[in-house]
């Protein structure tokens, strides 16, 4: 069972910038695809950003371009580097994993996830 711990959110005014960061307590952790899902109250879970084991990117066209997904397999972290916060990047963001293929995090489906993490754009 991986655990997903998500730290790093918070207030920021419109154009800040933000990391997010999810440590995961697998060691084999470089051999997930993993991801960033987020939720806005009232509405369902999006995928926004998605990393997979061979590194390769993709990110949800609301965010390409001012969001980099990254990960320190030393350190089993996956972090999410946001800038030009918008205020419709409000949300909770969860930090998501796959084992195997096909790498679903984009569709918002994962095996793994963490609990959330708040983040809150104002205008």
């Known amino acids: 069972q991986v655990q997903l711990v998500e730290s790093g959110g918070g207030s920021v005014q419109t154009g800040g910038s933000l990391r997010l960061s999810c440590a995961a307590s697998?060691?084999?952790?470089?051999?997930?695809?993993m991801g960033w899902v987020r939720q806005v109250p009232g509405k369902g879970r999006k995928g926004i950003a998605r990393?997979?084991?061979?590194?390769?990117?993709n990110y949800d066209a609301s965010v390409a371009g001012r969001f980099t997904i990254s990960r320190d397999n030393a350190k089993n972290t996956l972090h999410l580097h946001m800038h030009s916060l918008k205020p419709e990047d409000t949300g909770t963001y969860y930090c998501?994993?796959?084992?195997?293929?096909?790498?679903?995090?984009?569709?918002?489906?994962?095996?793994?996830w963490g609990q959330g993490t708040q983040v809150t754009v104002s205008s």
């Open positions: 697998d060691v084999t952790f470089n051999g997930y695809c």
């Open positions: 990393l997979t084991k061979a590194g390769d990117t």
């Open positions: 998501a994993a796959e084992l195997s293929p096909p790498c679903r995090v984009l569709a918002a489906e994962a095996d793994y």
